[in-house]
Each structure stands twice: as C-alpha cells, then as structure tokens.
C-alpha cells in the first residue's frame, strides 16, 4: 500500500491557489503579497506562542493548498517558504500535526518531494523531509500515514539520492517510524526495505570517508 514514489497522485496535485487560502494567508500575515506573507508566517511560527496562535487560526490547509496546486508552476523560492512555515507549524503543535493529517499532507509533501523538477533541488527534498519527520514525532495515527505512502519505493528513491542533506532527515522520519514498532522494524530489513538500509549505509559511507 502507498510507497510507490510515482505519480499516481498527481491528478490531486493540479487545482489553482484557491482566493479564500490567499485571503486568509494575506489577513493573517497583515501583507498582500504571497511572498512577504509567507516570510511573516514563518517568523511568527518560530515560537510556540506564534505556532499555537497560527493553528488557532487554521492556515496550515492554505499552506497544503498552494502545494497542491499546479506544483510545477510554482517558484522553488515560494516552495521552499511554504515547506519551512510547515515544518514550523508542525514542531511540538499537535493540533496544526492533525491538521496536516486531516488534510492530506502527507501525500502532498510525498507527492512534491518527488516530483521530477524537484528532486533535483536538494534542500526542497530535505525541508520537505523535515515537515514529515516534525509530523511523525505526533504519534502512531501519523506515522503510520507516512510509513504507507513512503515504504518502500518512496524511501528509496529518496535514499538513493545519497546526499547527507537528504539522509539525515530521511533516517530521522525512519527512526521514529520504526522505533517501538517491530512490524516496521521487520519490514525494514526485509527483503523490500533492505535495498533503503543500503542506500543510507553507502550515502553515511561516503560521507564519512569525504
């Protein structure tokens, strides 16, 4: 189940930015630009009394809306923004980490991270990857949406992109996956999960021979 890492979602991915997600976005930050608005948002959800003020104010949707929209339009400045107030929002918030979950973040952060014209941007992979790894740290509900979407092809393909700056994100979504559940433990070292544990172990390698 899930972890294809193909583009069987894509048709969920293509709807425009919606007005009413632009609205709340500009009201909440005080700006009129989607740029500035998500730079102000970012800065406010950096603290815990900004993060719990933010998720009072449910803007996490709007968030996940502008990556569910025509993605490959997007400019990887707006989606590396849009990443980052994400990875934010969901440190420590519970009710902005259910938000996601109640909202389809998992496949939509999934479903962008490795979408052809982004993989190859790193840093969007690995910010993409630190949203995730913010969410799993909510619980068994969360992790088991992501270990579905992501094990194993999707793991793979992210591993097999052997950079330390995707691996240590990706070892951490792993990790809290994994630990306290031997299901997945087991899955992991089985014959589909072995080939990620290779690519992490060559990827960790390289990196401490550099």
């Known amino acids: 189940m899930g972890g294809s890492g193909s583009d069987d979602n894509a ?12 609205k709340l976005l500009f009201d909440v930050s005080n700006s009129n630009n989607l740029e500035n608005s998500l730079e102000i948002l970012i800065q406010t959800s950096k603290s815990s009394s900004g993060r719990s003020n933010l998720a009072s104010k449910t803007i996490l949707p709007s968030i996940l809306n502008i990556l569910q929209s025509q993605t490959s ?22 009710l902005n980490q259910n938000l996601f979950l109640q909202f389809h973040g998992v496949v ?8 052809s014209e982004v993989v190859s941007d790193l ?26 979407e992501l094990f194993p092809l999707g793991f793979l393909s992210l591993a097999r ?16 996956c994994c630990d306290g559940n031997p299901q997945w433990f087991r899955e992991l070292y ?9 690519e992490i172990v060559t990827t960790a390698s390289s990196e401490a021979e550099f």
Request: net charge positive; charged share 15%.
């Open 11 to 22: 048709p969920f991915l293509k709807k425009p930015i919606s007005e009413e997600t632009l």
């Open 73 to 94: 339009l997007l400019d990887h400045h707006i989606l590396s923004l849009c990443f980052k107030l994400l990875r934010n929002l969901c440190a420590g918030e519970i």
């Open 108 to 115: 939509t952060v999934v479903s962008t991270i490795l979408r």
């Open 123 to 148: 840093m969007l992979v690995r910010w993409g990857l630190q949203v995730l790894a913010n969410v799993s740290l909510a619980g068994k509900q969360h992790q088991k949406a992501i270990w579905e």
């Open 161 to 176: 992109l052997g950079t330390k700056e995707v691996s240590d994100p990706l070892c951490m979504v792993i990790y809290v």
């Open 190 to 198: 089985s014959h589909n999960g072995l080939p990620v544990v290779v």
